[in-house]
Structures are given as C-alpha cells and as structure tokens.
C-alpha cells in the first residue's frame, strides 16, 4: 500500500472523494520527507507554511501542495531566481499561473532550487549550491529546473511547475525519471515569469505521470490578457485525452536525432520504446531535420541577447541585492559583479556582443534566420507523420562537476530539446528505460502547435504499456 508522498495527485483527489485523507496530512507528511531527504538532495530554496484555518472543500485541487521552480512570482514569498542579485525579493503580486492554481484550491508547497535565472542544464549555478539526482546523489538531476525534478522523483513533491527555455523541463524530467511538458509557446501565461530569453521560456508541469500532467494543464492552461504572447485559443479538456490507443498514428523518427556518438544505452531504449509502439499499432516513417546541426549556435545567440537585455533591469537599486558604494556608477557596477554569477555573467555579456553595434547582422539577425528554418524542417515532418518521437537528452545524468567548467559540453546537453524550444512546438518527456547503472532514460515525443492533447494520447498508451512510470529512486539515508 502506498503512503501519502508515493501517490499521484490523481490518486489524492480520489482519497479525498472517498474521504479516506485529510489535507493537513498531506502536507505535514511532505514536509517531514522534505526535512529527512532534502539535506542531501537540495531540491527546495524555500518551504512555504500554509494556514491550517483554510477550507477547500469545494475547490478541485483540495489544498494539495504543488512545488514551484523559483522564478516565478509567489506574492510575500522569496523568489530569487537562485541568484544573490535578487537576495531578499519578495515580489508584491503572484504569477497568472500561481494564481491559477490557487483559484483551483492548490496550495504552494514551496520554491524549488534552479539554475541561476534558468542558465544552465545541471542546477549547479544556483546561489544555494547544487541540486543532487536522487538516483544517485553524486550526479546532476538535469536543469534548468532541477529542484522541480529532483522533488518530484523523490516523492518529496506530488507535482510541481518548471519553465522550459531549452529544455529546462524535459531534460530534468529525462534525468530523474519523471514526466515533464513544455506547451506550445502561448499556450500558458508567463506573466510573472521572471524573463530569461522571452521569446523562447514557457512554464509547463513535471509529474509523476500523464493523467496528473494532463490535470495540471487544465489549470496553468489559457489565454492572460496580461501577457502579450499568450494565444486566445479554448482549452480542451485535457485528460480526455487520456486514451490507450496509437493505432494508425504516424510516428516521425528523425535520422539527426540518432547520430553517432549517441549513447547505446539511450538510444538502446529510445528505439525499443518505438517498438512496442509499434506493436500498439502505430506506424513510422523516417523524417529529416537537416537544420538541427546549427539549433545549439542559433539558441545560444538568440537566448543569451535575450537575456542581456531582461537582465539589464537587475541593476542594485530597486530591489534585490546592493553592494555598498558611494556613488551610483559603483552601485551599478559592484552590485552586478557580485550579484550575478558565472554562467549569469558569461550570458550576458554574449548576449551584449550579440546585439552590439556592427556585430547584429553577422549574428542576431543570422541566427533568427536559422530560426525559421528550422521551425521550416519541423512544418515539413510534421506534415508526414502525427508526431516525431527523439531521445529527450543524449546522455543519463552526468557526475556534479564533471562539465561545469566545460561551457561547451554543457551547452550540448540539451541538443535535443533546443530545437522544439526555436520553433514553439509542445514536447513531453517520459521515462523509458534504466541504464546499466540505474539511471532514467527518457523519451521525448514532438507535435504541432497546440496538439498537446496528441502527446499525452501517445504519451498515455505507452506509459499504460510499461512500467518505467512506476520505478522510483531507492532513498535510505536519513541525515
């Protein structure tokens, strides 16, 4: 029999109907998890107590805690960004998608540890130290929404929210074993989503499984008058979509995405996953995205001038952290020095010589063009298939250290996940395998804009069929 923290929000709700739970239990059991394991794992920058006066009887969500990457604005609690330019910030308002959640009757668990303002694919450049990978606490659990995944994984969290830049959802998600989804940009509000690269961040759910990532984007899903991308589209009901059925369903498989030098573990999996697909009744098709090679390039000019200019307003004067100094030239310099750290600092100042004068055209403006192009390679697959299945991350999770100081390498971890983030098409992530040494695999799973529903119907049948979905981390230490 499952305990409290083993179980999927889905499987909450129905306690609660059959008045088998109360929801003081549920977060007093978390929180005692999150005091025994997150000594080790670093998974929470901050845990939020909730009043145990409110009552959420008639609200779906029931008071459940979700757990909340920390760049997204919670009003009168810490978000940081994990970076000490912004020690101390407690933002005035809440983000569309907290007050969304909380409409629902969620309550916010707490704010998960990130990479500084989401630079990063190992959630070692936060400010409060490294999130370790539960399923082994000397590895990296992905990034740049680590804390979210880690929490998840280790039934510290029953869910959580991420953001995904280029592939801050599903890259963690991959490496820890959970599930996780990046919508169609527009799809969700990112109104009080503290700014990385704006035309490339989208929040979307890490989970245990599909039917809680489907309830999750019930509610963070819709048009925000408040935020100037968001699309005005109606928002199906998602857990419709939750059929065990791939029959007829044409699956792109891209040739670039199964190059050499992958992984045989990943790839191993990757491919038996489209096996049993396959035996489900779905068909394939092999499909080209010649443009990939050059996504990485493009992504790293694109978003990191992006950054340069969201990152100019944390400057030491309104709010965060100020260094003392005497005149204002020495606030502005010091307070920026010695607030941002390294990647934040390599960033941007890329991402100015990106934008400088006389180096705009050769780069910017060159690296948009390799934008379209791609969103061009996905247009023409996706018109020969129903949805394009990839690894999620080249590799399982790699050791703490072992690429921080290798900028490169780093940057290459997220290959696969980049490109959907350029052309602002939904992925989800899933597990799919354990490695020799019992690390996640995960699969990742492409569909046209606004076709979410697609995803979580394949996404559903084969998570139905396997039980990777069900294989969690072994935690024993107790300090």
């Known amino acids: 029999m499952k305990q409290i923290f083993q179980k999927t929000l889905h499987e909450l709700l129905l306690d609660f109907k059959n008045k088998k739970i109360q929801v003081d239990s549920i977060a007093d059991t978390l929180r005692k998890r999150v005091e025994i394991f997150d000594k080790r794992i670093g998974a929470f920058v901050c845990l939020i107590d909730r009043d145990k006066g409110q009552t959420f009887k008639n609200l779906p969500l029931k008071g459940i805690p979700i757990a909340i990457k920390d760049n997204m604005c919670t009003r009168g609690e810490l978000t940081t960004c994990c970076s000490k330019i912004l020690e101390g910030f407690r933002p005035p308002y809440d983000a569309t998608v907290i007050a969304r959640l909380k409409a629902q009757g969620a309550t916010i668990q707490g704010k998960t540890n990130m990479d500084e303002f989401a630079f990063g694919s190992s959630t070692e450049t936060s400010c409060y130290g ?35 830049t280029g592939g801050s959802i599903r890259q963690p998600a991959s490496l820890c074993g959970v599930v996780g989804l990046k919508p169609t940009y527009g799809r969700v509000s990112r109104y009080g989503l503290i700014a990385f690269a704006s035309s490339l961040d989208q929040i979307g759910p890490i989970c245990k499984d599909i039917e809680d990532t489907a309830l999750l984007m019930n509610i963070i899903c819709g048009f925000d008058e408040m935020d100037s991308t968001s699309v005005n589209l109606k928002v199906p009901d998602f857990t419709k979509s939750l059929i065990k059925d791939v029959k007829k369903l044409k699956i792109g498989i891209p040739k670039e995405y199964f190059p050499q030098g992958l992984n045989e573990e990943v790839k ?70 010695e607030g941002f750290g390294e990647e934040a600092k390599r960033r941007i100042i890329l991402g100015t010589y990106c934008l400088s004068s006389g180096y705009y055209d050769a780069y910017y403006l060159k ?29 399982t999770a790699f050791k703490i250290g072992e690429k921080i100081n290798n900028p490169l390498e780093m940057y290459l971890s997220d290959i696969f996940t980049i490109p959907v983030n350029l052309a602002g098409i939904p992925a989800i992530s899933i597990p799919c395998g354990l490695s020799r040494q019992g690390l996640p695999i995960g699969l990742q799973i492409l569909s046209r804009p606004f076709e979410e529903e697609l ?21 024993e230490f107790s300090s």
């Open 268 to 337: 191993t999996a990757v491919l038996r996953s489209i096996d049993i697909l396959k035996e489900l009744g779905a068909q394939t098709v092999e499909v080209s995205l010649p443009n990939t090679a050059f996504a990485v390039s493009a992504y790293y000019i694109i978003a990191t001038a992006e950054a340069s200019s969201n990152l100019a307003r944390f400057d030491g004067v309104k709010y965060g952290y100020r260094a003392p100094s005497s005149t204002l030239s020495d606030v502005y310099f010091k307070s920026r020095t």
């Open 130 to 164: 490294p999130t370790r990978n539960p399923w082994d606490l000397e590895r990296i659990p992905g990034g740049s929404s680590g804390g979210s995944a880690a929490a998840v994984a280790a039934d510290e969290a029953i869910a959580a929210l991420g953001s995904d």
């Open 455 to 475: 995803l979580l119907r394949v996404a559903y049948t084969f998570e139905q069929n396997t039980d990777w979905h069900t294989k969690k981390p072994k935690l």
């Open 367 to 395: 690296a948009q063009k390799v934008r379209t192009l791609i969103k061009e390679d996905f247009d023409k697959a996706l018109k020969r298939c129903d949805c394009i299945i990839t690894p999620t991350s080249p590799t």
